[in-house]
């Protein structure tokens, strides 16, 4: 299993912030990589779905995220599965005490198949 983890700041006030992060369909945007993200089904909040293409090593491979659990203004956790990898992404949001936001994101990815042991 790889572990991923990334702490930022942005300016923005943590309503917009989480708003905007929470919205996975903007995932291509801030996260490096994402190659694209569309909602599949729900309107955001607990068991909405999306697919995603990420590059992985110069491939791009599909994903299905689910959102597994939502607090607002606080965290967003997807998992992400598929054909030759399992993700579980932990989004927290809490405000700076300059009006701005840090932003964690932790992603533990496993690898499936054959993959897994190399």
């Known amino acids: 299993m790889a572990s991923f983890r990334e702490v930022i700041e942005v300016p923005a006030p943590l309503e917009r912030a989480f708003a ?3 919205d996975f369909t903007t995932a291509a945007e801030w996260d490096p990589g994402i190659v694209s ?3 599949t089904s729900g309107d955001g909040a607990i068991g909405s779905t999306y697919a995603v293409e990420a590059e992985f090593r ?3 491979l599909p994903f299905s995220y689910t ?6 203004n606080r965290r967003i956790v997807l998992r992400g599965e598929g054909d030759r990898a399992t993700s579980d992404d932990d989004i927290s949001f809490e405000p ?4 701005g936001t840090r932003i964690t994101y932790v992603a533990d990815l496993r690898l499936k198949g054959l993959l897994r042991v190399v």
């Open 20 to 22: 905007y992060v929470a």
């Open 37 to 39: 993200s569309v909602r």
């Open 58 to 60: 110069g491939k791009t």
């Open 67 to 72: 959102v597994t659990a939502l607090e607002p």
């Open 96 to 99: 700076t005490p300059d009006g």
